[in-house]
């Protein structure tokens, strides 16, 4: 019953739909475009106002490529030793060849080939072991004499020394050591004798070096018979 009376009394409205709002709207808005387009009637007809021109678009850009490999070509270094490409750092000019440079020197590497050795001080003494090229007497050397004392009595004998040869050639007199001896008198001679004893001195490589140095000196008597000349018969 309340129902009834409610329905009854209540007032009917119009329902207005979202999409007839819209359809009104965009019908104003074509209808306020289609006006506003219109030619003015105060312009004559074939005037420019009232022309329709056809503008085309502006020209696209030509459109990049796509990227691709690309081959680089390198220059190689001209061949030969010290060339290149523009000046070198320490300038143009091909060092200087020193006289004691040979092509055998240029191919050695230091890996395989053995070092050169020190080069040996002014007062190292080296033994004939330890030495290249060893001491040898000079033709023109002096030689102990024999003493006449005992050549007279036909005395023979020896003397053992050792002496050190420096690099002139000359023996060092104060190194002059007598290993042994069958006379005293043998000794002198070779003591006077030795500063005036001459030799090719050691080498080792190319460099003079002095060089230890034992040698005996023999004492020896040898008769030499002279045959008398033949006699003439009468």
């Given at each position: ?46 005037s420019i ?43 143009d000019e ?101 500063p005036y ?38």
């Amino acid at each position: 019953m309340m129902r009834l009376w409610v329905n009854s009394y209540a007032k009917a409205t119009p329902v207005v739909t979202s999409a007839t709002l819209s359809m009104a709207a965009h019908a104003a808005l074509i209808a306020g475009w289609v006006f506003a387009t219109l030619p003015s009637p105060n312009v004559p007809a074939d005037s420019i106002a009232n022309r329709v021109y056809f503008i085309p678009p502006p020209d696209r850009a030509p459109k990049q490529s796509g990227s691709g490999q690309t081959v680089r070509y390198v220059k190689l270094a001209p061949e030969g030793q010290g060339t290149g490409e523009g000046p070198r750092q320490m300038g143009d000019e091909k060092p200087a060849v020193t006289p004691d440079e040979t092509v055998a020197d240029k191919a050695r590497d230091s890996v395989t080939t053995v070092p050169d050795p020190t080069p040996p001080g002014p007062d190292s003494v080296f033994s004939i072991l330890q030495v290249d090229t060893a001491v040898v007497r000079a033709a023109n050397s002096a030689a102990p004499a024999y003493p006449l004392k005992l050549l007279n009595a036909r005395i023979m004998g020896s003397v053992w020394a050792q002496y050190t040869v420096d690099t002139t050639g000359f023996a060092d007199t104060t190194s002059l050591v007598i290993i042994r001896a069958t006379h005293p008198e043998f000794v002198t001679s070779v003591r006077e004798a030795l500063p005036y004893m001459r030799f090719q001195p050691a080498k080792i490589g190319g460099t003079k070096v002095r060089q230890l140095v034992e040698q005996q000196f023999s004492f020896k008597i040898t008769d030499t018979v002279v045959p008398a000349p033949p006699t003439k018969k009468p």
